[in-house]
């Protein structure tokens, strides 16, 4: 798609009313993921604490639909759903650690990480 495209696409967009909005995390967003469930929209975000936030619009949980974590220490700079285990989501920290959490049990794991670089 050639740049002229793409704007004329974006000045067609409209917000909706679908989910409303919520401020999902305290500290600036540094990461973010969609869930690919294509039912409900569950949208996760990392910050500059290290907090991560799940968001499900319209879903009566915790404040204004958004779940807090604080499973870091530093900025979360990566996150991904798992594509083999859907309710699993991926976090990667500064502080060094990469944690697998079951969304649905709340329950953040240290995934073990071996380090690949030979420093002599």
Known sequence: MVLSEYRSNLKDMELSEFGGAAKVMNDSIFSAAFHPCTSRLLMAAGDNSGE???????SDMGDND??????HTKPVVCMAFSRSHPTDLLTLSC???????????AVFDEVPMRNTMNIE
Do not use: C, Y
Not at 66 to 71: A, N, T
Not at 97 to 103: D, G, Q, Y
């Open 66 to 71: 958004v779940l807090l974590f604080e499973p």
């Open 95 to 105: 502080d060094g650690t990469l944690r697998s959490t079951n969304v649905k049990k």
């Open 52 to 58: 991560v936030g799940l968001w499900i619009p319209d």
